[in-house]
DNA sequence: GCGACAG
DNA sequence: ATCTTGTCGC
């Protein structure tokens, strides 16, 4: 458990409110394919308290991995809508502490900017590493859209109310939407650009891909020792 | 008051 | 997130 980690979901919320005046909006953000892009994931073992997240760094403009990351810590926070990012944060910053190289821009799988506080994961993961962040969500949450033209790239505002919180963005033809929001230091032109740069063949970014599967194999291996194979 | 609700 | 086999389709 971090220090000074909220203990409550109030003084989680109060956290929030505070560090979202550090959010940087007004940055374009790298282009899409120079440079380097970095995915983070988490998976959960709830049953054992075990969390790992891994870090995938890819070249921008060819997509292959040029370094991965992953760090096991406890539980310290329960899932509750609004405050996922206390569950994955901690963990998060351990693994991309463990990278060999600079991030680039992280691609979160969540939300950023569109949030009940405007405040999410994506948002908090970069005012804590002050690295260019973005959210590619794979649900609208509590939002509304208007569904996308079918071909890919096509896109519709993502809105709480009227207010334009992110956008959904089809990634592949005739698939379901991403739901992709700002973090930190990105604009969400840019940020969708990134998203289809890191989507030449699956609805889901490249980076968040690579981060699913190193994290969850990551999880199999931490736990494989604890309980012995059933049969 | 009740339900919904990123991962 | 996680529990879980096969199956339909390109």
Redesign the pocket.
């Known amino acids: 458990m971090p220090e000074g980690w909220p203990a409550t979901e109030a003084e989680a919320r109060a956290v929030q409110d505070e560090l979202r005046a550090r959010v940087i909006l007004d940055e374009p953000g790298p282009p899409p394919g120079t440079g380097r892009v970095t995915g983070v994931?988490?998976?959960?073992?709830d049953d054992r308290d075990v969390v790992v997240a891994a870090a995938v760094v890819l070249d921008a403009a060819t997509l292959e991995v040029v370094a991965e990351a992953t760090a096991v810590g406890r539980i310290c926070f329960p899932?509750v809508?609004?405050?996922?990012?206390f569950r994955e944060v901690p963990a998060v910053l351990a693994a991309l502490g463990a990278l060999p190289c600079p991030p680039g821009v992280v691609v979160c799988?969540?939300?950023g900017l569109a949030?009940p506080r405007r405040f999410?994961?994506?948002s908090h993961l970069g005012v804590l590493t002050g690295l260019p962040t973005i959210?590619v969500?794979?649900?609208?949450?509590?939002f509304t859209y208007a569904d996308p033209a079918a071909p890919r790239g096509s896109s519709a505002a993502l809105l709480a109310g009227s207010e334009e919180v992110g956008r959904a963005l089809r990634t592949r033809d005739g698939v379901k939407p991403v739901f992709v929001s700002v973090g930190h230091r990105v604009t969400l032109d840019n940020a969708c650009a990134h998203t289809l740069a890191l989507t030449p063949r699956y609805r889901l970014p490249e980076t968040t891909r690579r981060a699913?599967a190193l994290c969850?194999r990551a999880?199999r291996e931490a736990t494989a020792r604890q309980e012995p194979t059933s049969r």
């Open positions: 994931d988490v998976a959960y073992d899932y809508p609004g405050l996922l990012a799988d969540g939300y949030h999410g994961l994506a959210g969500a794979k649900n609208p949450f509590t699913d969850r999880l």
